[in-house]
């Protein structure tokens, strides 16, 4: 059980820089009231991110060229349509590792 | 115009601490998949069980945590690495400041408390709450927060413990947990967003997916993340009636 030093200076400097763009919102925030448009562009950033993080999982990114990661995109589309039909978090998580699992398992 | 108005006013039965933990539930897979995945690349990477540990603990973020193993093992000097993790977890600030709006009645105190938590999938739920249009509280956030935080610090472990069995945890599918999750809470973002407003949802979100591919050519996409997100989100202001 050792922490090299190096180590403990990477952790620490990390955690520092994860923290301040999570919490400088919160302490900032309460001090202001945000304006109506703002609040309207806020209410977009869900949407955006999610579809980012979607999307930012099915590319690969190798030495300046992209590349379709496609047994994904493939494995995406009956989730999408699990989750559409479902609406459950739980139900589509465990349906998409076993589609992705089952996918690799017989196809590739 | 759910979403908006969730914000300003309307606080139907305050959801509790417990009610967090049962929300977060449908998550866990996500986390203990890559959780334990981040673990094993952590002991690839010569790091000690209590290193994996304390880097689940305090950096708590797991794609950051992938790149930093992968830089230690390149030898890599501190200041990229800790730049690099900056840029990594910037998007935090955007789901942070679309989150704390929901809690400035709180003390600061509890409002850091509850920033330094946030996550992907602990927004994901919290802002599909706000879709549906209900409140959200400091114990119900805090239930939700604790949760994930404990099951990612085990699942790290964990994965570093067994690190040296798992060779490889893709075989099992595990890695579509996350896309699976983040699939899910799209989706669930949509089902309330209004019938006449579903039209400029759904171009956001063709908008997204191109400006995250092209942007993606010139930047790591940590960074198409944030960027393709500033604009896409102000196109929807801009275009909304």
């Not at chain 2, 981040?38 to 708590?60: D, F, K, N, Q």
Request: glycine residues 6%; aromatic residues 8%.
């Amino acid at each position: 059980m050792s922490i090299d030093l190096f180590t403990l200076l990477v952790i620490i400097g990390c955690a520092l820089v994860t923290i301040i763009p999570r919490i400088l919102p919160f302490a900032v925030v309460r001090n202001l009231t945000l304006p109506q448009p703002v609040l309207k562009w806020l209410s977009y950033v869900p949407i955006c991110i999610l579809t980012a993080l979607v999307v930012q999982n099915f590319i690969i990114q190798e030495n300046h060229s992209l590349k379709i990661n496609w047994p994904v995109i493939i494995v995406i589309i009956p989730v999408l349509l699990i989750a559409v039909r479902t609406k459950s978090l739980s139900i589509t998580v465990i349906s998409g590792v076993i589609l992705m699992a089952g996918f690799r398992f017989f196809l590739l | 115009m759910i979403i908006e108005n969730s914000i300003s006013d309307t606080q139907p039965a305050s959801p509790t601490f417990s009610q967090g933990v049962k929300d977060c539930v449908p998550t866990l897979l996500g986390y203990i998949s890559i959780g334990i995945a981040c673990g094993v690349v952590g002991v690839a990477s010569h790091l000690s069980i209590m290193e994996v540990g304390l880097l689940a603990a305090l950096v708590y973020a797991g794609a950051s945590q992938f790149i930093i193993c992968a830089l230690l093992v390149a030898n890599s000097p501190l200041s990229a690495i800790i730049l690099t993790t900056f840029i990594v977890n910037l998007r935090n600030f955007l789901l942070s400041a679309t989150l704390a709006p929901h809690f400035t009645k709180y003390s600061l105190l509890k409002n850091l408390g509850i920033g330094i938590l946030v996550t992907d999938e602990s927004f994901g739920v919290a802002s599909s709450r706000l879709a549906k249009g209900e409140s959200l509280n400091d114990k119900w956030m805090n239930g939700l927060n604790v949760t994930a935080y404990i099951c990612w610090i085990i699942s790290c472990v964990v994965g570093a413990m067994f690190g040296n069995w798992i060779s490889n945890p893709e075989a099992l599918g595990l890695d579509f947990a996350l896309i699976s999750m983040f699939l899910a809470l799209l989706i669930l973002q949509l089902q309330h967003v209004v019938s006449s407003k579903l039209k400029h949802y759904l171009s956001l979100i063709v908008y997204m997916t191109i400006a995250m591919i092209a942007l993606s050519f010139f930047m790591p996409s940590h960074v198409a993340v944030i960027i393709a997100t500033v604009i896409v989100a102000t196109i929807g202001v801009v275009t909304d009636k």
